[in-house]
């Protein structure tokens, strides 16, 4: 053991493991590190529509999302999903929540303003998919292009189109998921 620090000499296995894991994390950058022009920091962009929206998310148990579904997303909440595309157009964006233009204009003048369970569902799905699309492409606009571009993994249907069923939507994720970790296969 003549290896060891006099520290680390002292120690138990389990500890000796857990101080280097420690260690090894330490000296890892994070994975969204602060943005750097030659080692001075940089401001950072404002936040997007996006990093709202994924803000909220990721503070979402399971049961608030059940219960978001149950008692129904607001339009303006939709509006504001919507809203947050630039590349992918209104037509195929209502096609995934599974109502028309004339629905939302509807539900936007009634008491509730709220959608039904069903697209409720699909607009949470579609947060879901889309933030991790940009989590693993990088940016919004590469996430945007992905999800209306055939894809060679989902038989070369476009995975925005999957997206409308939630058997294709968990295709769409394992596929994301494959590319994240590199296995295409």
Avoid: C
């Avoid at 962009?45 to 503070?59: C, E, G, N």
């Avoid at 889309?130 to 995975?159: C, F, H, N, Y």
């Amino acid at each position: 053991m003549g290896h060891l620090s006099n520290s680390e000499n002292h120690m138990s296995v389990s500890d000796r493991v857990t101080s280097k894991a420690k260690k090894a994390s330490a000296k890892k950058p994070a994975k969204r590190a602060a943005l750097t022009t030659n080692g001075v920091p940089r401001l950072a962009a404002p936040p997007s529509a996006w990093s709202q929206l994924t803000l909220q998310r990721d503070m979402m148990t399971g049961l608030r999302a059940h219960d978001l579904v149950t008692k129904g997303v607001s339009v303006a909440v939709a509006k504001q999903v919507m809203g947050a595309f630039q590349l992918i157009d209104e037509t195929q964006l209502y096609n995934v929540l599974g109502i028309s233009q004339k629905t939302m204009q509807r539900r936007s003048a009634s008491a509730t303003k709220t959608l039904d369970p069903n697209a409720s569902d699909r607009a949470l799905r579609l947060v879901s998919v889309t933030s991790q699309a940009i989590d693993v492409l990088g940016s919004q606009d590469a996430a945007e292009r992905w999800l209306s571009s055939p894809a060679m993994g989902l038989d070369r249907r476009k995975p925005i189109d999957l997206l409308q069923s939630t058997e294709g939507t968990e295709m769409v994720k394992t596929l994301l998921t494959r590319m994240d970790y590199g296995v295409y296969a």
